[in-house]
């Protein structure tokens, strides 16, 4: 019943199409939009009753209350708190410094170079860039100040806060400031000697989110290596496991390569469908390198088959066969 649910919320999202021209979407927009809302609605909740009965719902909402009020909370704020904060992304001092670290840096790797400090404009050869206010370095900023807050919230009992915050998190702003200028001083040299499309729609905007992600990957290895922010490093006599035999990590990693790729492709590459190949061959890699899992999940129920003997013969026999009761439980509802 709610597979047939799911279904009927997608038909009608997709609905308007067969009804409506496009051209005529825009004048038509208050009899289309309580039709998508519909649908939408009946797609997520048919969706989600699919994947689990309503009381295993209700059992796993039960104890995480209060941490989704704060969440919608938040998400009400948010919009009046960021009108608030408005003048935190235009920091002229902030700017001056992005700016002049980029001129020396391209000084050392150009010949011609064109710097106007009035207006933050710099380029190499004939492509000139403008360092905007907000490409100062304060996204970044803002980005990995979140990520590192959200970090500490999850791990608290096991972060030392005040090393955290005191050594981890200013190493952080400052290798997000070096990212943010090797991105800007790379630009004019791509839209110069490559392409200026590449630099302008490509670069520009994707560099930055794969800088970001870079970063973020790496604080987060940092510190669950480091015994100097880890409390629980210390009281381990055993080492820990390889990365390669963790579950967890092998469900996640594919998805983070996945991510990875596409801003690897969307970054260097004029047309990204030619960057395509790039992407099957990271994927495969990170397919390959969590084949245990993957092998996990292809398994027949009770284990039969090539592909179930191989899933338990890697995984002591346990593996298929405890996911199988975890599923179980949580579509019945059973704690």
Not at 140 to 152: D, H, Y
Not at 176 to 201: C, Q, Y
Not at 204 to 227: D, E, K, P, Q, Y
């Amino acid at each position: 019943m709610s597979g047939l649910v799911h279904g009927l919320g997608f038909g009608l999202i997709l609905a308007p199409l067969g009804v409506v021209a496009p051209p005529d979407m825009s004048a038509a927009f208050h009899l289309v939009f309580p039709v998508l809302v519909l649908g939408a609605a009946l797609a997520a909740f048919g969706g989600l009753f699919w994947l689990a009965k309503p009381g295993a719902w209700w059992h796993w909402l039960r104890g995480r209350a209060r941490s989704l009020l704060a969440l919608i909370g938040l998400a009400a704020v948010l919009p009046g708190l960021m009108v608030l904060l408005g003048p935190l992304w235009y920091q002229e001092v902030l700017t001056d410094i992005t700016f002049i670290a980029v001129v020396v840096i391209l000084s050392l790797v150009s010949d011609r170079v064109t710097a106007d400090p009035s207006v933050h404009v710099i380029g190499a050869d004939d492509f000139l860039v403008r360092v905007a206010d907000s490409c100062s370095g304060i996204e970044g900023f803002v980005l990995i100040t979140v990520f590192l807050a959200l970090f500490a919230v999850l791990f608290r009992d096991a972060l030392r806060l005040k090393r955290f915050w005191l050594v981890i998190w200013p190493l952080a702003l400052v290798t997000s400031w070096v990212f943010n200028v090797l991105r800007i001083t790379a630009l004019p040299l791509i839209g110069a000697h490559l392409s200026p499309e590449l630099a302008v729609n490509g670069f520009h905007s994707f560099a930055g989110w794969l800088m970001f992600s870079t970063l973020s990957i790496g604080v987060l290895v940092l510190v669950s290596r480091s015994s100097f922010v880890m409390r629980d490093l210390e009281r381990e006599r055993e080492p820990a496991a390889p990365l390669a035999q963790d579950d967890v990590a092998e469900r996640i990693v594919p998805f983070i390569v996945f991510a990875l790729s596409g801003l690897v492709v969307q970054a260097f590459w004029s047309s990204p469908t030619l960057g395509y190949p790039l992407q099957v061959a990271m994927m495969l890699g990170a397919l390959w390198w969590a084949r245990a899992t993957a092998m996990c999940y292809l398994a027949r129920p009770g284990g039969s088959g090539a592909m179930g003997g191989f899933a338990d013969f890697r995984n002591g026999g346990t593996c298929a066969a405890d996911r199988r009761d975890v599923f179980a439980r949580l579509c019945s509802g059973a704690p």
